[in-house]
């Protein structure tokens, strides 16, 4: 009894901690509406952002502007800020300047709660939980039918493999999906991102290995996504975003390049070093001297 209490007060403890957490976002003028979404149309001006606390800076002056629907790639090495980047649009955190809209819509302007239900959002590591391939997709919307998540794992490339499990749709997939690869795990996170249709989804892609088989499938079923939405898809391999229509290279919390793969490996600058290192054409970082890789 007295470890049951022990481990239960415990829990509560951090349980009280989280409901006492108040928001610290403020939101309009108290009855801010809720977000509009039309074209997709992302635009960050000159934002600036440090995480509270910290010294540095981790968005220097961040300036650009998507077109509709587009499909964004985000890249650049680790610590770089793309997911600082992304952790703003969805108002995880405010800009201390500059910023950000869809729209036209600044986001500090309207509900939080509607911003998080116009834009999917697939993490890198996504949760499943021990239930059927059905519940996982639907579970954030529980009122969409049968043929809308067959619809959604269809666009995600996910419904050939879930047709050869065992029962299809009612397969038990276990604790954390534990019955999964990483890559099927990641295109159900993507049907379920999009299975109430939102307008713009953001994809962190898993720094895991995956397979070339699954990285083909993900990135066909990204560039499938961004046909009637936008789509921003962190990346960690270069090859999966090749395609994008824009390609935002961070660089130490600035935006150092954009452009469309062809332009960027025509400008030879961050990322066509990059891009070089992905593909393997710098031999000298596979023969061990890592020196090449800033140079
Ligand atoms: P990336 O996604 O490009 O790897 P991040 O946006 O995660 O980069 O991080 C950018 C910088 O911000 C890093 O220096 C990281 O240490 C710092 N950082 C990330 N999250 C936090 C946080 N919650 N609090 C303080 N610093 C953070």
């Not at 062809?262 to 593909?279: C, F, M, N, P, S």
Request: with cysteine; hydrophobic share 35%; proline share 2%.
């Amino acid at each position: 009894m007295i470890n049951k209490y022990e481990s239960a007060r415990a829990s509560s403890k951090r349980v009280v901690e989280i409901l006492r957490n108040t928001d610290r976002l403020e939101e309009g003028d108290g009855d801010a509406e809720a977000l509009t979404v039309t074209r997709g149309r992302v635009k960050y001006d000159e934002v600036c952002f440090s995480y509270p606390g910290a010294e540095d800076r981790t968005l220097e002056d961040v300036s650009f502007a998507t077109d509709d629907g587009e499909f964004v790639g985000i890249v650049g090495s680790t610590g770089a800020g793309k997911s600082t980047l992304m952790k703003l649009l969805f108002r995880f955190y405010d800009a201390d300047s500059g910023t950000v809209s869809i729209d036209g819509t600044d986001v500090t302007d309207v509900d939080a709660a509607s911003l998080r239900d116009r834009i999917g959002y697939v993490s890198q590591d996504p949760f499943l939980f021990h239930g059927t391939v059905r519940e996982n997709v639907a579970y954030a919307t529980p009122s969409v039918s049968h043929e809308e998540v067959v619809t959604a794992a269809k666009r995600a490339g996910a419904h050939e493999f879930v047709q050869q499990l065992d029962d299809g749709y009612d397969t038990q997939i276990g604790e954390r999906g534990a019955t999964l690869s990483g890559g099927q795990r990641q295109r159900l996170a993507i049907a379920r991102a999009i299975v109430d249709d939102p307008p713009i989804l953001v994809f962190d892609e898993a720094t895991s290995h995956v397979d070339n088989e699954t990285e083909v499938e993900i990135q066909r079923s990204l560039l499938s996504m961004s046909e009637d939405r936008t789509v921003f898809a962190i990346a960690h391999r270069l090859s999966t975003v090749r395609s994008a229509d824009r390609i935002l290279v961070m660089d130490d919390g600035r935006l150092v390049e954009e452009g469309t793969h062809e332009r960027l490996v025509e400008r030879d600058g961050t990322y066509a070093k990059l891009w070089r290192i992905q593909t393997g054409e710098i031999a000298a970082t596979r023969m061990g001297d890592p020196r090449e890789v800033n140079r």
